[in-house]
């Protein structure tokens, strides 16, 4: 079978971007991602995207309106469509069994009854969101419990590896393609199809297939690996802190092993992002389920690593600001979760300056792409804060990063945008209380050329010899 017609349901950071390539390789192809939010398609049809990508713009552009099309009719696009990929978000349980480590699936499950419901004709169903082992069987259960007479369903998980900030190239030039499905001949059929789509710009040998339940816990075990080398890595940088070791210069001399390899070395204040967590938990969360006790413990520790590492960075800023931080200004540069993307979902920025406006600080934040009614709803959530008018008196939200900075005591990079490194810090540090202090988050500053303004300079996995400020009287940890 070859497929004519794509929808996917869900137009958010997964959907849109995945959905809007596979438009762009696909001439032949006709692609309608729907989501239930009118807000979220007006703007995919708009000048202004909701998400920022670098290169995704001219890709809308060049093929929205020919072949893509971007509408909340989700009942006729699925009618029209051969093959239906579902891109709806699977945040972790915030209520219930499983609370605070199970994916929350009603999305899934309701946009599988809306499948059901309005489908005439046979269909491949495709998950892409990243959901629990034995999601397809769930998907499945429901299709074929509320399917019409003669319509059938092949449910094949094709879970999606972009990482934002690098989504269209990632796309473009995906290191694999994964492809899971049931190991029957219509299963075989139905990987074959969606493998065709592919096939069209990824090399064969790049494409994988395999069957549901490898290809669910692979996309589980790529994120909690990942997750786990940054928590190494940032555990390391504890090390490094207290012994005078450099982590940059560890990290240097363990990537050179090409069983280990250089990449993702790179000591943070802490992993953030919508899948990292979200994926580990959900793996710890499984391996309690399966009642393997020891494996849960061990991934739980991948996470429990990332608070420490936040906390611990937050602390060492109240240490080093006389202990106190109360009525000071601190200025935070940064709010996503990485450079070049607009998504804050578990950035690290949302937990310190939690912590530090629970010791009453007063927090400026600039952010190139993110805007104030973002940072407002992040740093109100329940899950941070239980007096939301305590963050409207405590937090400016700045649009210039020289303003933000202007009378604080410090100066907090928590996001690694290439334009930090090129500021005049000069002029920032003319204009701040003294002794001013810079806590380098993202390991990204020139640090000695910061000490020679006379910055006091912090930062991750690496003492700083300085003469200008007296050391902190408390331990840091
Ligand atoms: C991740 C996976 O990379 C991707 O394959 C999957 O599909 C979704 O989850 P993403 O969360 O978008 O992608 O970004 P990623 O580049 O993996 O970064 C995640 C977090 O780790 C960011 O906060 C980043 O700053 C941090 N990080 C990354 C480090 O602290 N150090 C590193 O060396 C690499
Ligand atoms: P992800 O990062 O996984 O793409 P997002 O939250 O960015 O997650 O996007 C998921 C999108 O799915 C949201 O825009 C949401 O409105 C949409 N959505 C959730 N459930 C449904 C549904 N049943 N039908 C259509 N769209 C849905």
Same mark, same amino acid.
């Given at each position: /079978?070859?497929?004519?017609?794509?929808?996917?349901?869900?137009?958010?950071?997964?959907?849109?971007?995945?959905?809007?390539?596979?438009?762009?390789?696909?001439? =032949? #192809?006709?692609?309608?991602?729907?989501?239930?939010?009118?807000?979220?398609?007006?703007?995919?049809?708009?000048?202004?995207?909701?998400? &920022?990508?670098?290169?995704?713009?001219?890709?809308?552009?060049?093929?929205?309106?020919?072949?893509?099309?971007?509408?909340?009719?989700?009942?006729?696009?699925?009618?029209?469509?051969?093959?239906?990929?579902?891109? $709806?978000?699977?945040?972790?349980?915030?209520?219930?069994?499983?609370?605070?480590?199970?994916?929350?699936?009603?999305?899934?499950?309701?946009?599988?009854? /809306?499948?059901?419901?309005?489908?005439?004709?046979?269909?491949?169903?495709?998950?892409?969101?990243?959901?629990?082992?034995?999601?397809?069987?769930?998907?499945?259960?429901?299709?074929?419990?509320?399917?019409?007479?003669?319509?059938?369903?092949?449910?094949?998980?094709? %879970?999606?590896?972009?990482?934002?900030?690098?989504?269209?190239?990632?796309?473009?030039? %995906?290191?694999?393609?994964?492809?899971?499905?049931?190991?029957?001949?219509?299963?075989?059929?139905?990987?074959?199809?969606?493998? +065709? $789509?592919?096939?069209?710009?990824?090399?064969?040998?790049?494409?994988?297939?395999?069957?549901?339940?490898?290809?669910?816990?692979?996309?589980?075990?790529?994120?909690?690996?990942?997750?786990?080398? !940054?928590?190494?890595?940032?555990?390391?940088?504890?090390?490094?802190?207290?012994?005078?070791? =450099?982590?940059? @210069?560890?990290?240097?001399?363990?990537?050179?092993?090409?069983?280990?390899?250089?990449?993702?070395?790179?000591?943070?204040?802490?992993?953030?992002?919508?899948?990292?967590?979200?994926?580990?938990?959900?793996?710890?969360?499984?391996?309690?389920?399966?009642?393997?006790?020891?494996?849960?413990?061990?991934?739980?520790?991948?996470?429990?690593?990332?608070? &420490?590492?936040?906390?611990?960075?937050?602390?060492? !800023?109240?240490?080093?600001? *006389?202990?106190?931080?109360?009525?000071?200004?601190?200025?935070? *540069?940064?709010?996503?979760?990485?450079? +070049?993307?607009?998504?804050?979902?578990?950035?690290?920025?949302?937990?310190?300056?939690?912590?530090?406006? @629970?010791?009453?600080?007063? !927090?400026?934040?600039?952010?190139?792409?993110? +805007?104030?009614?973002? #940072?407002?709803?992040?740093?109100?959530?329940?899950?941070?804060?239980?007096?939301?008018?305590?963050?409207?008196?405590?937090?400016?939200?700045?649009?210039?990063?020289?303003?933000?900075? @202007?009378?604080?005591?410090?100066? $907090?990079?928590?996001?690694?945008?290439?334009?930090?490194?090129?500021?005049?810090?000069?002029?920032?540090?003319?204009? /701040?209380?003294? %002794?001013?202090?810079?806590?380098?988050?993202?390991?990204?500053?020139?640090?000695?050329?910061? /000490?020679?303004?006379?910055?006091?300079?912090?930062?991750?996995?690496?003492?700083?010899?300085?003469?200008?400020?007296?050391?902190?009287?408390?331990?840091?940890?």
């Amino acid at each position: /079978m070859s497929v004519r017609n794509i929808c996917c349901i869900g137009a958010g950071y997964v959907g849109g971007p995945s959905c809007s390539v596979i438009a762009y390789k696909c001439p =032949d #192809i006709t692609v309608s991602v729907v989501d239930l939010s009118q807000q979220r398609i007006d703007q995919w049809n708009s000048d202004n995207l909701p998400i &920022f990508e670098p290169g995704l713009d001219e890709i809308v552009k060049s093929v929205r309106g020919k072949n893509l099309f971007f509408s909340t009719d989700i009942d006729k696009s699925i009618q029209e469509a051969d093959l239906i990929f579902i891109c $709806v978000n699977t945040p972790t349980k915030s209520y219930g069994l499983g609370k605070g480590r199970a994916a929350d699936l009603k999305y899934i499950e309701s946009a599988a009854r /809306m499948i059901a419901n309005v489908s005439c004709v046979s269909k491949i169903v495709v998950e892409k969101s990243t959901v629990p082992v034995k999601a397809a069987e769930s998907i499945s259960n429901i299709l074929r419990a509320n399917h019409k007479p003669g319509v059938k369903y092949q449910i094949l998980s094709n %879970p999606e590896f972009l990482a934002e900030g690098t989504a269209v190239t990632d796309l473009i030039n %995906p290191d694999r393609v994964l492809i899971g499905g049931e190991q029957t001949p219509e299963g075989l059929v139905a990987i074959k199809a969606l493998s +065709d $789509v592919y096939h069209r710009w990824v090399p064969e040998e790049n494409i994988v297939t395999m069957n549901t339940w490898s290809s669910e816990l692979s996309k589980l075990a790529a994120n909690a690996f990942l997750a786990q080398r !940054i928590s190494s890595i940032n555990a390391m940088s504890a090390v490094c802190e207290a012994t005078g070791a =450099d982590v940059s @210069e560890v990290a240097h001399a363990i990537g050179k092993d090409s069983r280990i390899g250089n990449k993702f070395l790179k000591a943070s204040v802490g992993f953030g992002g919508s899948c990292f967590q979200k994926d580990v938990l959900n793996l710890v969360y499984l391996c309690e389920c399966l009642n393997l006790p020891e494996v849960a413990a061990y991934w739980q520790q991948v996470i429990n690593i990332n608070d &420490f590492q936040r906390r611990r960075f937050a602390n060492r !800023i109240i240490e080093c600001l *006389f202990n106190t931080v109360t009525n000071k200004k601190i200025a935070i *540069f940064g709010f996503a979760f990485k450079k +070049d993307t607009g998504d804050t979902r578990e950035s690290a920025a949302i937990y310190v300056a939690s912590y530090l406006i @629970e010791e009453g600080a007063q !927090i400026r934040i600039y952010d190139p792409k993110v +805007d104030r009614a973002q #940072i407002f709803s992040e740093l109100t959530h329940p899950a941070v804060c239980n007096n939301p008018d305590r963050v409207e008196e405590l937090v400016t939200i700045c649009d210039d990063p020289y303003r933000a900075a @202007e009378e604080t005591h410090a100066v $907090v990079v928590c996001t690694e945008w290439d334009e930090f490194v090129t500021y005049d810090y000069k002029r920032l540090y003319e204009n /701040m209380l003294k %002794p001013a202090f810079l806590f380098d988050g993202r390991v990204i500053l020139n640090h000695q050329s910061l /000490m020679d303004i006379g910055f006091h300079v912090e930062t991750i996995g690496k003492r700083l010899a300085r003469n200008n400020v007296n050391r902190p009287i408390a331990a840091t940890n």
